[in-house]
DNA sequence: CTATAACTTGGAGTCGACTCCAAGTCAAGG
DNA sequence: CCTTGACTTGGAGTCGACTCCAAGTTATAG
């Protein structure tokens, strides 16, 4: 198997669905490491820069500043996390943030469970989410309604209220 | 038990941990109704202005742009979902995508516990996302690693590649 | 030899979502 | 009566993340 093939800058922003604009974007502010170039001036990318950029779409998906991103990369490319523990602290708990954010999603896909239940039977109880969401739920086999949040909508920001107060 | 008890923008931004600025903001682009005003002109909400400020907070963590909600409070409030067909093809498209995005997230989790499992372990594999993930998980129970949507990191925009060619 | 396409660069512009500001109103306390 | 605090308004400013542009280079095809 061919390890070595690279790709140009249109290959690879077809592969990964990120514009090639953008791709140079990340390059401009420091994301993703220059990418090494032919003698012709143009860009070369490898499959592993292309993993790279992936892992930046995903975590893009997971709210992620891109400015915060730097650590995630250096450990999909090679590092070792163990050898760095504020970098293992950091992995642990931005997953804990994710596990919120798909609890908070779940949510929302009960809740439009719910209406479309709703509408399907014509009930009026004027339920709204934050109580007795989802009880009813038979349509698909859904293990929990993600109960362990309760409908508290993960506000993971608790700022707010009052700062201009100097 | 008071359920028409009324609260202050301020206490109301307490309560959804949306700032006073943001409320009023969301007032002005009309993505919520026009408070009710005291004598003073200072605004007044109910329980359920705050029930649909959370709605709001939520659909954004599901990354649901402002302007695409206004649908979604609607039937948070008293529409019958079923009468607007429409709306229920938004609402279940709208699910679609957040199932991928759920599908999405839980990958990052199996990324950073590969990571944090391989320090553990100190294996050398210079394993990636992509491929297999997760095999040797077994710390807690995973039904699947959400191989539906097989690394391809839901890229529900295919947009990009070559859109300057005119 | 020239047109086309695929790239390069630096920099400007856009857009969504706030966030901040200044000037003003009103109510209660000292 | 004056200050303080909580609010009001319209509008300006900020910030992150692109997105677009113009001018230039190089390679290939006709």
Avoid: W
Wanted: hydrophobic share 30%; with cysteine; charged share 30%.
């Amino acid at each position: 198997m061919k390890e070595n093939q690279t790709f140009t800058i249109k290959q690879t922003a077809k592969q990964t669905g990120i514009s090639q604009d953008t791709i140079r974007y990340y390059e401009k502010i420091a994301l993703l490491p220059r990418a090494d170039r032919k003698d012709n001036g143009h860009r070369v990318y490898r499959q592993e820069d292309i993993k790279t950029i992936r892992l930046i779409s995903c975590l893009k998906k997971t709210g992620m500043p891109l400015d915060e991103m730097q650590p995630f990369l250096a450990v999909s490319s090679d590092t070792d996390p163990a050898e760095y523990p504020e970098l293992v602290e950091h992995l642990r708990s931005h997953r804990e943030n994710i596990v919120s954010q798909i609890a908070s999603l779940q949510q929302v896909v009960d809740f439009i469970d719910m209406k479309l239940e709703e509408g399907k039977y014509r009930r009026d109880c004027s339920d709204e989410i934050q109580e007795g969401v989802s009880e009813k739920m038979m349509g698909k086999p859904k293990p929990k309604p993600v109960s362990p949040v309760e409908m508290s909508f993960f506000s993971h920001r608790p700022e707010q209220a009052s700062r201009r107060t100097p």
